[in-house]
T-cell receptor, first 114, second 112 residues
Framework: QKEVEQDPGPLSVPEGAIVSLNCTYSNSAFQYFMWYRQYSRKGPELLMYTYSSGNKEDGRFTAQVDKSSKYISLFIRDSQPSDSATYLCAMSAGGGTGFQKLVFGTGTRLLVSP | DTAVSQTPKYLVTQMGNDKSIKCEQNLGHDTMYWYKQDSKKFLKIMFSYNNKELIINETVPNRFSPKSPDKAHLNLHINSLELGDSAVYFC???????????FGSGTRLTVV
């Protein structure tokens, strides 16, 4: 079982829809949670960064973390064709004296049709 | 001005050859990384350096050797290339090890 699980999709939605992307994880030590967007043949770019549980909003994007359920979500409101990309969740344990690696999900491919 | 730049973008080479990929960041970050992304888009860490010191070394064949001459540069040398090494290799950097990364645009390595 992978440490971080993510449905690969593709997820197809019409323009203007609300999109929900999710990841589950098994390591209860994870404290730092991120979402990256990756366009085809490009490097991932950081969209959202949250620490511990709770919500964070940035424009049309909202990130939610539920540590009790080991579940994180990214919501995209008013989705646009330009949002079509692969969305990767990532997380790390952090803290302490040791350095902790960032563990990625496999990514969900999102397709927003005009 | 590119934040994290990798060269080359594309690399096609024969099995058994030795090749290098270079990475440079101009963000002033302390930590740099090499990640490998396979054909299923799964990103897996290979190495991490913090201020030129190796801090993460995952289970990677010793044919792969990273080198960090200074904190703005992290290169990856690969000896005796194999077919299974074909992938996209991403360099990334971050201000601290627990913060979000800035990725380069990737080096697409094809071994034939």
């Amino acid at each position: 079982q992978k440490e971080v699980e993510q449905d690969p999709g593709p997820l197809s939605v019409p323009e203007g829809a609300i999109v929900s992307l999710n990841c589950t994880y098994s390591n209860s030590a994870f404290q730092y949670f991120m979402w990256y967007r990756q366009y085809s043949r490009k490097g991932p770019e950081l969209l959202m960064y949250t620490y511990s549980s709770g919500n964070k909003e940035d424009g049309r994007f909202t990130a939610q973390v539920d540590k009790s359920s080991k579940y994180i979500s990214l919501f995209i409101r008013d989705s646009q064709p330009s949002d079509s990309a692969t969305y990767l969740c990532a997380m790390s344990a952090g803290g302490g004296t040791g350095f902790q690696k960032l563990v990625f999900g496999t990514g969900t491919r999102l397709l927003v049709s005009p | 001005d590119t934040a994290v730049s990798q060269t080359p973008k594309y690399l096609v080479t024969q099995m058994g050859n030795d090749k290098s990929i270079k990475c440079e960041q101009n963000l002033g970050h302390d930590t740099m990384y090499w990640y490998k992304q396979d054909s299923k888009k799964f990103l897996k860490i290979m190495f991490s350096y913090n201020n030129k010191e190796l801090i993460i070394n995952e289970t990677v064949p010793n044919r792969f050797s990273p080198k960090s001459p200074d904190k703005a540069h992290l290169n990856l040398h690969i000896n005796s290339l194999e077919l299974g090494d074909s992938a996209v290799y991403f360099c990334a950097s971050s201000p601290t090890v627990n913060y979000g990364y800035t990725f380069g645009s990737g080096t697409r390595l094809t071994v034939v």
